[in-house]
Nanobody
Framework: QVQLVESGGGLVQPGGSLRLSCAASGFTFSSYRMSWHRQAPGKERELVAVISSGGGILNYADSVKGRFTISRDNAKNTVYLQMNSLKPEDTAVYYC??????WGQGTQVTVSS
């Protein structure tokens, strides 16, 4: 049974940082491209960052380049999203995805003073 469990969301002030984690199980994690997506209220879900199976290829949405960093630990079956210099417009539910196929349940990130 495939499971993706996100954690690390919360309320943070503008300019602050959060690190999201996504623990994976039920599939061969090291073989899958992993990605983070987000969905703000009233908006469509959008791709935030993607990392190749081996971790050597990274891509980011223009809106987060230079502020967010995606990484993975294949020994721990976990993918991370380090988010720095957070802005109110980063407020959304953040979802972990495996292979553009499996989804986690999401974790809320709220950036507000």
């Amino acid at each position: 049974q495939v499971q993706l469990v996100e954690s690390g969301g919360g309320l943070v002030q503008p300019g602050g940082s959060l690190r999201l984690s996504c623990a994976a199980s039920g599939f061969t994690f090291s073989s899958y491209r992993m990605s983070w997506h987000r969905q703000a209220p009233g908006k469509e879900r959008e791709l935030v960052a993607v990392i190749s199976s081996g971790g050597g290829i990274l891509n980011y949405a223009d809106s987060v380049k230079g502020r967010f960093t995606i990484s993975r630990d294949n020994a721990k079956n976990t993918v991370y999203l380090q988010m720095n210099s957070l802005k109110p417009e980063d407020t959304a539910v953040y979802y972990c995805n495996a292979g553009y196929h499996y989804w986690g349940q999401g974790t809320q990130v709220t950036v507000s003073s």
